[in-house]
């Protein structure tokens, strides 16, 4: 079975440029999760997926970020326009169910250097 | 604001050393508590997890943690550490039944020296 994967693995910007990640979840797990972690800090939480709609979008920073899960498959985020304070990694995790019993599986991560 | 601390940032053991990394968490609820862990390269994968029930748990590897409810705590212990736990651990919460969402800690680098 293959994991959670996260496109692209690296990417460096410039501040005001625009930038998707996309994640693909493990196949028939209707919830996904974003978190994002900045150099030195804690794992943090954006935003739910169940399916295609919002379960919790509560840790998006700004409008600045939008995340989007067409179809309910894969989901991308898509930071407009970056600033240099978005710098991080940003994890992807899906689940097959909802509830805390379900294991979060995650994706490597994208590497986001905006200068 | 929930929050977990982690104590120790960066852990330095020889091999076999015993090992316990301190997890503690800010709300009084009913919580579901986690330790992952990222070995250099990969993923990061679930170690082991509390729901309910006896609050000695056992994970992959050797791991365990022992919730206790009065210290807020949950930490992480391996009697014999090996080379190859060299990684980074990071201790979750999540605090409500259909609110899943993990708020992490800093993390502990985890260096065992051979």
């Known amino acids: 079975e293959a994991g959670v994967t996260q496109f692209p693995s690296h990417s460096v910007i410039e501040k005001g440029q625009t930038v998707t990640l996309r994640c693909d979840p493990i196949?028939?797990?209707?919830?996904l999760y974003w978190y994002r972690r900045v150099m030195g800090k804690e794992i943090k939480f954006l935003l739910h997926f169940v399916k295609e709609s919002k379960q919790d979008e509560s840790g998006m920073p700004n409008n600045r970020f939008l995340a989007e899960r067409t179809g309910g498959t894969y989901s991308t985020l898509k930071v407009q326009p970056a600033e240099l304070e978005d710098s991080g990694v940003y994890f992807c995790?899906?689940?097959?169910?909802?509830?805390?019993?379900?294991?979060?599986?995650f994706g490597p991560g994208t590497r986001l250097l905006v200068l | 604001a929930q929050s977990v601390s982690q104590h120790n940032h960066h852990v330095i053991l020889s091999e076999a050393a015993s090992l316990e990394l301190g997890c503690n968490y800010s709300?009084?609820?009913?919580?579901?508590l986690f330790w992952y862990v990222q070995y250099p390269g990969q993923h990061l994968q679930l170690l082991l997890k509390y729901f309910s029930g006896d609050p000695l748990v056992k994970g992959i590897k050797g791991f365990e943690a022992e919730f206790i409810k009065s210290k807020f705590s949950f930490n992480l212990r391996k009697p014999s550490v090996q080379w190859s736990d060299t990684a980074e651990y990071f201790c979750a919460v999540s605090y409500n039944f259909g609110n899943e969402k993990l708020t992490f800690g800093t993390g502990t680098r985890l260096t065992i020296i051979p």
């Open positions: 709300y009084g609820g009913t919580v579901n």
């Open positions: 196949s028939g797990h209707d919830n």
């Open positions: 995790a899906s689940s097959p169910e909802q509830g805390p019993s379900w294991t979060q599986y």
